[in-house]
């Protein structure tokens, strides 16, 4: 599974990441998270409010920080 | 009655009770005047932010540029000017934004409305200008922003910039929307959203607030009044132009710049002048243009800030010949 954080490196972003980190760990689950800062393949992504969550390539939310569990409950949608 | 009358009260009992300061002395007066600003700003800032949050949880981008695209001309510039209003102008999203409204279709001038509202009706600016001068001057401020954001709009529009714009975008126009993500949020995750972005607001301007409204207690008790009006009051040409230049490079200061703006007009400086100053701080900025620049030639940068600032000039005459 690959968990992508869309953003150009905003605090949030950070935040971002971090519970996603945490999700993967809560799951116990093999997961590669990446970051996407580079503007066009934000855009390229349909992406209009970071950061922005997407899991094996599939947009699943934009303009929050969501916290773990709620991380943890889009992955297990995708598992 | 005044809601913040207690307040008032209460400073003053600090101040002038506690304290033993003479109301009269120049101490006295700014200490009253920068423990009492501060707090009805903090205040303010809390109660304002919170409610334009929870306003845009409701008012996603992604979800609003399909009726933007679909709406009579004129009814868009008017709604995307407004949308700015509620949507924070953040470096790190101006250009996705940007690009996600004009590859679905949204006319390139009504996005130029959003991008001018967006950072011009800022809701720190908006909050400091209620609390400084009352809610006439602070409708003012979003009223006129609207419309310089509204005619910038639909003269860039008519001025065919389209091939202005970087090549990408070009070949990004009216592209059709790709995938968006839009989760459903309960009244929980709404209030968690506005009530961490009311925090994130606080941290970064708290500082400024004091400095500015520091600086301005201390013009309010110790600079003479009318000590500006020579330079600066209406019946001088050159006030709102250079009041213009002089905030252009003050952007990410809002907070700290309108309590030093607000101790000014007591000082003689016309509220149009003071008026346009605030919207060339937020407007127009060094760090926004260096962003545009991915998605806008130099030229239509220019192009741009021109429109947006003869529209702020404009604005700053015409309430300087309206207000008393």
């Known amino acids: 599974m690959t968990i992508q954080i869309v953003g150009s490196g905003c605090s949030n972003c950070a935040r971002l990441e971090a519970s996603a980190r945490k999700a993967v760990a809560d799951l116990g689950i093999e997961a590669k998270i990446e970051k996407v800062t580079d503007f066009m393949e934000i855009a390229a992504m349909g992406v209009m409010s970071t950061p922005a969550l997407a899991i094996n390539g599939n947009l699943k939310s934009s303009g929050r920080v969501l916290n773990a569990a709620q991380v943890a409950d889009l992955i297990k949608v995708e598992l | ?134 809610w006439q001057v602070a409708l003012l401020y979003i009223g006129s922003g609207l419309v310089v954001a509204i005619l910038a709009g639909l003269v860039l529009g008519k001025l065919k910039v389209e091939k202005l714009l970087q ?76 009041a213009v230049l002089i905030g252009i490079p003050l952007y990410s200061n809002a907070a700290g710049v309108l309590p030093l703006v607000g101790a000014l007009t007591e000082k003689g400086v016309s509220m149009g002048t003071a008026l346009a100053f605030m919207m060339a701080v937020t407007a127009l900025s060094f760090p926004e243009f260096m962003i545009l620049r991915k998605v806008m030639k130099v030229r239509l940068l220019l192009v741009f800030a021109g429109v947006v600032g003869i529209g702020i000039i404009i604005t700053g005459y015409l309430f300087n010949a309206v207000l008393p």
């Open chain 2, 1 to 134: 009655m005044d809601p913040f009358s207690p307040i008032q009260s209460l400073v003053d009992w600090l101040v002038f009770g506690v304290l033993h300061l003479a109301k009269t002395s120049p101490l006295g007066s700014a200490l009253d005047f920068f423990l009492f600003d501060s707090t009805k700003i903090v205040l303010l800032l809390v109660i304002i932010i919170l409610g334009v949050s929870l306003l845009r949880t409701f008012l996603p981008p992604e979800k609003v540029r399909a009726s933007l695209a679909k709406m009579p001309r004129f009814l868009a510039h008017v709604s995307a000017a407004a949308l700015g209003i509620v949507t924070p102008f953040c470096s790190c999203s101006a250009v996705p934004l940007f690009l996600g409204f004009v590859e679905s279709g949204v006319p390139l001038g009504v996005t130029f409305s959003f991008l001018v509202a967006s950072p011009m009706i800022n809701e720190v600016a908006l909050v400091m200008l209620l609390g400084l001068f009352g």
């Open chain 2, 167 to 242: 090549e990408f975008v070009l070949k990004n126009l009216n592209h059709g929307v790709r995938q968006q993500a839009l989760l459903k949020m309960s009244w929980g995750d709404r209030w968690s959203y506005a009530v961490n972005y009311v925090l994130e607001i606080l941290g970064k301007v708290w500082l400024w607030v004091l400095i500015g409204v520091g600086i301005g207690a201390w013009i309010h008790g110790y600079v003479p009044t009318d000590f500006l009006a020579q330079w600066a009051s209406k019946d001088k040409w050159y006030a709102v132009p250079l």
